[in-house]
């Protein structure tokens, strides 16, 4: 899952959402990105381009949610954003 996205990408708001959701989560368990970069034993860089999106896999995306403390649902409904929310399938 790459994260990052191009200026007509529809779901641009929801992938900020998203990360900005999770890099808040993160300060809130006190973690900082040299922090998460020792835990998961990889440079700062990395982490930076990861929560912004560049380069974020699904798998690092559910190692960074646990330890945030956070299940991957649990930050997809903290970061829904309310337009999408409405999106109804017609006939």
Do not use: Y
Not at 34 to 51: C, F, M, S
Request: with cysteine; aromatic share 4%.
């Amino acid at each position: 899952m790459n994260l990052s996205r191009s200026p007509s990408d529809p779901f641009a708001v929801e992938h900020d959402a998203l990360l900005a959701t999770l890099r808040r989560r993160l300060r809130a368990a006190g973690w900082t990105q040299v922090n998460i970069a020792q835990k998961l034993d990889v440079g700062t860089a990395t982490i930076k381009r990861w929560l912004h999106g560049r380069g974020l896999s699904l798998r690092t995306l559910s190692q960074l949610c646990a330890l945030a403390e956070i299940s991957l649902t649990e930050l997809a409904e903290q970061s829904a954003v309310p337009d999408r929310l409405s999106d109804t399938l017609t006939l």
